[in-house]
């Protein structure tokens, strides 16, 4: 029988020494989401009646692609030998894109749970999180999921997570979150072996948030870790970084639903809430402190959220462009991350040029602006910010291919990354290659185990936040994961590649590359363009061409029949409803000087699954 | 088969409004006849056409010809009820299907039953659809006597290999013999042509024009091959069995065909369309008076499953197959399954997308601003004949005939 706690304790009267503060390290697909509920469910937190798969996921999106974006902490109370004790459990996002958050969401915490696939070992970003968690000098607890798979191979994968972290195969803890076998043995190891949160309990108080979320009818709501003192309900708090002062109206732990409580002491973990209606006036990272009674110092850490990968977005439908700025406004009170300014491009007119921390938030926000404000949205090609030295010396910031200087330039210096892949070794020529032709600099190799390999390179930013990914995982049969994260910048021989349409330049096509590439960019895209353009009643040439120097040419032939020949024995009718049909086909035209570009020109032309798909057909 | 338009209802008594006749004395009357039967169906052909075996054992094609002279009757009834001043008929066009396929004297009774419920015109075009290989001198011989005078082969091609992608039948050596049966009869003759088959090459098509023209006839129709959907030339382009009709192929021939008919002595007077002076005609006369009157959005009653007619802005339709339509023709009933009373806005489109088609041309002052507006630039680009424009007629020159549809399209400022 399971040792349910009997009398849980209360939130703010908690002594430390009966909390448990811990995260879970996993990559997407391991199952963490369904040992979590596991969890919930074992602790009596939830009743199995009450089960929602994947309790803690709470957006559609979210569940469909089987990641959690915002992290959340529950409070389960257990019992092991006759003590009642509080364990916080703090969900983690899992993806590249938000390492900062993953950080912060450690920090909250004494210990980790690294939770890797028994079928399929540990992967890249996990690798990164645990390097990230060891420099938080959390407690690693190692965790097999999913060995109830008939595929599982649960030795070999404790042998190479025990070499990992050095400990033994058999302190690798081996669960099953479908089935439930295990669970009930992590709880009791975590109560073990996770330290007790220290903190001092009559300093100044500091909590710091490690997440924020907005809700439609609560406003912001906080997740906090306190560090030192108390938080109380009603009592006036500050935000360190800016000092701004927020009334808290509500404060309290989640359990699986936000319950309010007498407050927040050391080391408790909670939410709260203010009242603010908009998530960048409760920074991840930021500090929390009483106003009356302040705390000298921040707990430190926090980061102004850094837009790495920058698309201009626009609506299909003109008139759709009010609703998609009142959506981009919506959003951004839920990620703070988001950023955007108003753009105007010639060929697709009003839309919002955004930057985002990487390639998955760029798609998340173009899926949820379309799923939830139920637009139709173009999206640029994904460009990074790149500084530009003009010959007068003076610096420039270019995250848009059509602000690209005209002029001089004496250099430009694009943004780096270091990246990390680790792949089976069979498959090391082909990374190194694609590596390779990303133009990446090769820093190091190690084996993992016998035939898993690290591989780790320096690349240009802009090389992988397009199709690198895919084309990753297409050499590699799947096999390969990745990570990365900024790296500094560094000088490179870059130009901007214009498409020009009948001598006009249609600003949405246009793309910084190497010099290089430009040449095989220019190509692509012209090539790209005479297929997906139908022809017109004139000829349309379509030129690439860096500044003046045209660097690759299509033409459209004009069309030279447009005529129905017969009227079919009187049916007047069927022939003006094929002219009328026409009249519908031009509305969604968008036009570039004289020539009529199909809406879905754009937007196959700027999506890369074409260009792959094109590879594959050759 | 296409689908037919969507309209509204039609009243079961066919009845129309008195808009539709208000203006019928300034309006010429036409009459079609729908004959909707043919031996095998052809490749390409999605016309409302039925063989033996498509329409059911209580359809005879032996009894048609009553249940078409029915809708005559029926014709004038409405047109009289709708207080239309009553008009001889401009002209009668038996078209299919394949009209030929029914016993001369069928047809001859229903121009009969034409002749005594409207009249016809002193001048009346009496055209008959003839399929080559479903005739004989015999057949010509009773047409005219009934008062047909003009006869259209459907010739298509001289090639045999074109002629088999399009599933057409006929023996290409029995053309001359047919036609010169007809005109042994006293008709005029017209002969039609299709271009841009798959797998026609340049010289096939110049061959098809040469023989045509060798038939020494007064008017040929070329009609660029359209592949429809639901056919079988359709699906086996989609299958890639059959390559597929190329617009630039079907552009090329359609400019050596107008050259080698303006070189034999023919005038084009709609997109498709030549006439020559003959048989003591001129070439305006031997224009077709039937087709014209389409292109010029005059009035026609049409006969038969699925056929359409037209009264001054109300066009209307009749249900396609013959079992339902025989069953309303004995019941007294109007056939008609749709119809639609057009606005203003439709019928300027109409007036502007049949207009332009033919050699007069539109009337400038006859166009909206926005298209007065286009016409320069329409000269500019060389498909609209300048000096007409300036004297008042936009005129498509030789190269905007192949751009007709985009010509109304800016004409409308679509």
């Known amino acids: 029988m399971s040792p349910l706690a009997v009398n849980p304790p ?276 930021d500090t929390v402190t009483s106003h009356t009674k302040p705390a000298e110092e921040s707990l430190g850490g926090y980061e102004d959220p850094k837009p790495m990968v920058f698309s201009g977005l626009f609506p299909v439908e003109g008139s759709d462009y009010p609703v998609l700025r009142d959506a981009l406004e919506k959003l951004q009170l839920n990620d703070a991350a988001l950023v955007y300014e108003p753009e105007t491009s010639t060929a697709l007119g009003f839309g919002f040029r955004c930057g985002f921390l990487g390639l998955l938030h760029l798609e998340i926000t173009r899926d949820r602006l379309e799923r939830e404000f139920n637009l139709d949205l173009i999206s640029t090609a994904p460009s990074v910010s790149y500084n530009v030295t003009l010959e007068d010396n003076s610096e420039t910031e270019v995250t848009n291919p059509s602000e690209f200087p005209e002029g001089r330039i004496n250099e430009i210096r694009e943004p780096m990354v270091s990246a990390t892949v680790l792949v089976p070794s069979e498959f090391i020529g082909a990374v190194m290659e694609l590596c390779q032709s990303k133009r990446g ?37 799947g096999y390969a994961s990745l990570d990365w994260k900024a790296d500094g910048e560094q000088a490179a021989d870059l130009v901007k590649v214009d498409i020009l349409l009948q001598g006009e330049q249609v600003d949405a096509f246009s793309a910084i590359t190497h010099k290089d590439k430009a040449y095989s960019y220019g190509v692509v895209m012209t090539g790209k363009l005479k297929n997906l353009i139908p022809r017109q009643q004139y000829e349309v040439p379509i030129q690439a061409a860096i500044g003046s120097r045209i660097i690759a040419r299509e033409n459209i032939r004009a069309i030279r029949k447009d005529v129905l020949s017969k009227c079919y024995g009187g049916d007047i009718s069927r022939k003006r409803k094929l002219l009328e049909k026409q009249k519908e086909g031009k509305k969604r035209m968008k036009m570039v000087g004289r020539v009529e570009v199909p809406q879905e020109a754009f937007v196959a032309a700027l999506s890369s699954d074409e260009e792959s798909g094109k590879d594959k057909k050759k | 088969m296409p689908a037919q338009p969507e309209g509204d209802p039609a009243p079961a008594d066919g009845s129309l409004p008195s808009s539709a006749v208000a203006r019928a004395n300034q309006r010429t009357l036409s009459l079609y006849v729908h004959v909707p039967f043919c031996a095998v169906r052809c490749g390409y052909c999605d016309f409302n056409t039925y063989t033996m075996s498509q329409l059911g054992p209580d359809v005879s094609r032996d009894d048609y010809h009553h249940d078409a002279a029915a809708e005559v009757r029926f014709g004038r009834s409405v047109l009289d009820a709708a207080g239309a001043s009553p008009r001889p008929l401009h002209s009668v066009f038996f078209g299919g299907g394949t009209p030929t396929l029914l016993p001369a004297e069928n047809l001859a009774a229903v121009l009969q039953q034409a002749r005594e419920s409207f009249g016809l015109a002193p001048d009346a075009e009496i055209t008959v659809e003839a399929n080559p290989d479903s005739v004989t001198d015999r057949t010509f011989e009773i047409l005219a006597q009934a008062g047909v005078n003009r006869v259209s082969f459907g010739m298509q091609s001289a090639v045999p290999h074109v002629l088999k992608v399009l599933e057409r039948t006929h023996t290409p050596a029995n053309v001359p013999l047919a036609v010169a049966g007809a005109r042994k009869a006293g008709l005029s003759v017209s002969v039609d042509l299709i271009y841009g088959t798959p797998g026609e090459s340049v010289r096939d098509w110049r061959r098809s024009v040469e023989t045509a023209l060798d038939l020494e006839s007064d008017h040929i129709s070329a009609y660029s091959l359209i592949i429809e959907d639901g056919t079988k030339l359709a699906a086996q382009i989609r299958r890639g069995e059959v390559p597929e009709v190329d617009p630039d192929d079907q552009a090329e021939k359609y400019i050596l065909a107008d050259a080698l008919l303006r070189e034999a002595g023919f005038d084009w007077y709609e997109v498709s369309n030549w006439s020559r002076a003959a048989q003591g005609r001129s070439a305006a006369q031997n224009r077709s008076a039937h087709n014209i009157a389409y292109w010029r959005n005059q009035d026609w009653w049409g006969i038969g499953p699925g056929a359409h007619s037209h009264m001054d802005g109300v066009r209307w339709w009749n249900i396609k197959h013959p079992l339902p339509y025989t069953n309303k023709i004995r019941e007294g009933l109007s056939p008609a399954v749709g119809r639609e009373s057009l606005n203003q806005d439709t019928q300027y489109l109409e007036h502007v997308m049949l207009g332009i088609r033919i050699r007069e041309g539109l009337e400038t002052r006859s166009l909206r601003p926005e298209g007065r507006t286009a016409v320069a630039g329409l000269i500019l680009d060389g498909w609209v004949d300048g000096p007409a424009a300036v004297g008042g007629h936009v005129i498509l020159t030789d190269q905007g005939r192949l751009m007709a549809d985009a010509v109304t399209r800016r004409l409308l400022d679509w």
């Open chain 1, 10 to 285: 209360a939130p703010a009267s908690t002594d430390p020494s009966v909390l448990r503060n811990f995260c879970i390290i996993a990559h997407i697909d391991h199952g963490k989401s369904t040992l979590a509920d596991r969890m919930l469910q074992a602790t009596g937190v939830v009743t199995p009646r009450q089960m929602k798969a994947q309790y803690l996921d709470r957006m559609d999106i979210e569940r469909e692609r089987g990641i959690t974006i915002k992290s959340q902490a529950v409070r389960m109370p257990w019992n092991v030998d006759g003590t009642d004790y509080a364990l916080n459990m703090i969900d983690t996002p899992g993806h590249v894109d938000f390492t900062y958050e993953v950080s912060r969401s450690l920090a909250a915490c004494e210990a980790t749970l690294l939770l890797v696939d028994a079928a399929q070992g540990i992967e890249a970003q996990t690798l990164a999180n645990l390097y990230l968690a060891l420099e938080n000098d959390l407690t690693i607890i190692p965790v097999l999921n999913k060995i109830d798979l008939p595929a599982a191979q649960p030795d070999k994968y404790a042998d190479e997570l025990a070499n990992l972290i050095g400990v033994e195969p058999d302190e690798v803890l081996r669960v099953s979150g479908k089935t439930g076998v295990g669970v009930e043995a992590l709880l009791d190891k975590i109560v073990r072996d996770v330290p007790s949160p220290q903190g001092v309990k009559d300093a100044p108080s500091r909590a710091m948030i490690f997440d924020s979320v907005y809700d439609t009818y609560r406003g912001v709501v906080t997740y906090v870790r306190v560090v030192d003192g108390t938080l109380k309900p009603r009592e006036r708090i500050r935000m360190m970084s800016t000092g701004a002062a927020h009334e808290m109206l509500e404060i309290g732990v989640i359990s699986p639903e936000p319950i309010p409580s007498e407050g927040l002491s050391v080391g408790e973990v909670g939410y709260l809430i203010t009242g603010v209606k908009d998530v960048r006036q409760s920074r991840v990272g």
């Open chain 1, 441 to 477: 600099e090769m820093k190091g190799m190690d084996y993992l185990s016998e035939d898993r390999v690290e591989l780790r390179y320096r690349l240009p930013l802009a090389e992988i936040v397009f199709d690198f990914f895919d084309l990753l995982k297409s050499k590699t049969r």
